[in-house]
């Protein structure tokens, strides 16, 4: 289907019934519906997008819904996309910027996982061609990296390579990157009182559509540094899925994320202002932190939860990888870790450049951030 440029109408793209005339009709999901009458009038009236920026936003929702569309035609001929997937996935979560891209690109190295590429989480439900989304998902690569160059060295982006699942969440509208990559707090706001059971019945269905591609016996082995805040609704819709859960001290991933919240925001508006970033994202990791204790023999509230240290992820990977896979019921010796060593080979850290970032830069205070995550960095020996 063909959608028209909405580049022509840039005053009010961000208007959600445009947005549903562009893609032939609304969610189908009230709660969605709302999502997007709160996500787009947070975009409109708060986010200080430029005209470009509001653009490409209104892009991404347009494309988001078709996406929703997408599926939905999808499972009207095959209910069964609604179930569990054929194997149950395994997620790898923690605070953001706490090495989940790196543990994720590693296992997606394991013989008998399937880790969605970009491509695929960009157009899930899809009938176009595979090459022809290969090549959509390479422009938008490129065309993000024109937007926001230091991106590149922060969190590398290529089509053909595994990436976060927010993708299948963003579809709802109710998913926790819209507040990362734009100024929204009534939004943001709203979204910390809503339940999530339904957004992950969501990306169930989206990574069914997904999966219809092939390696139907593989694990799914998915990406997600915010679903380690809703864990239970993750846990509800996949209570046999394993989940890896990675831990780096609060300070360090904190001045991280809020770096790559700049960056991210920078790209769409030129009045981004760091110190709301800090206290945005001091508040959000607090909500997460404090509800997270290491996992008992039963897991957390049954789901089945593996603790690791970013730590430990660097001084050796390989035993790292060892441990999951053997909590994932996934055949590991010699040919793995000739492929993970293969895998850090070709990807040296730094290789687009240093990422660098201070708690000062948004208005924290280590002292203060130390004090507040206390607990936490104790009882996961940070």
Known sequence: MTVPDTRAHDTAVLDPDRITELTGGPAGDARADEALRRLTAALDREARLTPAGRA??????????RTRRQAEALAAADPGLRGSPPRAPLFVTGPLRSG???????????????????????????????????????????????????????????????????????????DDIYALRHR?????????????????????????????????????????????????????VYPDARVVRLHRPPATAL????????????????????????????????TALDATHPAGEDGVNG????????????????????????????????????AIRSRLAERPQHRHGVHTYTLEDFGLERPAVDARFARYTADFGL
């Open 56 to 65: 490409v936003t209104a892009e991404s929702l347009v494309a988001a819904l």
């Open 100 to 174: 989940t891209t790196l543990l994720h690109s590693l296992l997606a190295t394991l013989p008998g996982t399937r880790a969605p590429k970009l491509w695929e989480l960009m157009a899930p439900a899809d009938p176009a061609p595979d090459a022809q989304l290969v090549e959509r998902a390479r422009r938008y690569v490129n065309e993000y990296y024109r937007a926001a160059p230091a991106f590149r060295a922060i969190h590398p982006l290529a089509a053909d390579e595994p990436e976060e699942c927010h993708r299948l969440t963003g579809t709802t509208f109710a």
């Open 184 to 236: 929204v707090p009534s939004y943001a706001g709203w979204l910390a009182g809503q339940e999530r059971r339904w957004v992950f019945e969501q990306h169930r269905l989206l990574l069914n559509c997904l999966l219809r591609r092939g390696e139907h016996d593989a694990v799914p082995v998915l990406k997600g540094p915010s679903h380690l805040w809703h864990l239970d609704a993750l846990g509800a």
């Open 255 to 286: 001045a991280s994320v809020c770096s790559l919240t700049r960056v991210v925001r920078g790209a769409r508006s030129d009045q981004v202002d760091p110190e709301e970033i800090g206290a945005y994202w001091f508040d959000h990791l607090a």
């Open 303 to 338: 789901l089945a939860v593996l603790d690791v240290r970013y730590s430990d992820l660097i001084a050796d990977p390989v035993a790292v990888v060892a441990g999951i896979a053997a909590f994932a019921g996934l055949d590991f010796g010699a040919p793995q870790t000739a």
